[in-house]
């Protein structure tokens, strides 16, 4: 898999510069476990296909909490009972969408954690149709869903599933379930891509191209 921050930049040749650290092996994997991939070469494999894209959902508004007392309570956009994006997060997720278009990725399927902010998240990518998924929920709520190892092997089987017809899928999720099933933590905002079935992970700051790329950040 490879680790990335969410992205900005809508011009291909801006991530030449940027190095990803890349280890192919077994799953999971540890991110100490690296080798070095460019940029560039990371775009090249997307728009060729056949990898799975996993997100954590975009920045959110720390002053508020999940209040979850019941099933179904995680899908509530009140932000009085569930954390909820910010608008820099809004933000951000749209120059996602833009830089994955401009970049000429092909997105087939994009899965979603039915809670708010990851369903918000991956609409506001824009790439296609959303399809929820208690797969990939948060394992603050694992309870409703046979535990946390339950949904870790729920989600290593997605995050392993081949896309289909040279297309990449696309997941919405947390960051405490990729730590869980596959040993990277990612912050607000970063994803980790996986060409199934190896495992090999990437490390590098979508966020850095913003500064290269300005105006496709707005």
């Known amino acids: 898999m490879y680790h990335f921050r969410m992205g900005f930049c809508c011009k291909p ?7 990803c650290h890349v280890a192919v092996g077994g799953h999971p994997v540890r991110a100490q476990d690296t080798a070095v991939l460019t940029g560039k070469a990371l ?15 975009a920045a959110t508004n720390w002053s508020q909490s999940d209040h979850i007392r019941e099933a179904g309570d995680w899908t509530s956009c009140d932000p009085s009972q569930v954390r909820q994006l910010s608008d820099e997060g809004r933000r951000s997720a749209r120059a996602v969408g833009r830089a994955m278009r401009a970049l000429k990725i092909p997105v087939g399927r994009i899965l979603a ?3 708010c902010r990851t369903v918000d998240t991956a609409k506001l990518i824009n790439l296609g149709r959303v399809e929820t998924t ?3 929920a948060n394992l603050r709520v694992a309870a409703y869903f046979s535990g946390r190892d339950a949904i870790a092997k729920c989600a290593q089987a ?3 599933t081949p896309p289909v017809n040279s297309m990449n ?3 919405v999720a947390h960051g405490n379930v990729a730590r869980h099933a596959t040993q990277v933590y990612a912050d607000e905002g970063e994803g980790i ?12 700051s979508w966020a850095g191209w913003r500064r290269h790329n300005g105006a496709a950040g707005k």
């Open 13 to 19: 040749q801006v991530l030449s510069g940027i190095a």
């Open 43 to 57: 775009v090249q494999e997307l728009r060729a296909g056949r990898y799975n894209v996993y997100f954590r959902h």
């Open 113 to 115: 954690s039915p809670y």
């Open 134 to 136: 208690t797969d990939i």
């Open 158 to 160: 997605r995050l392993t």
């Open 169 to 171: 899928t696309v997941l």
């Open 193 to 204: 891509v996986f060409r199934p079935p190896k495992g090999t992970v990437s490390l590098s």
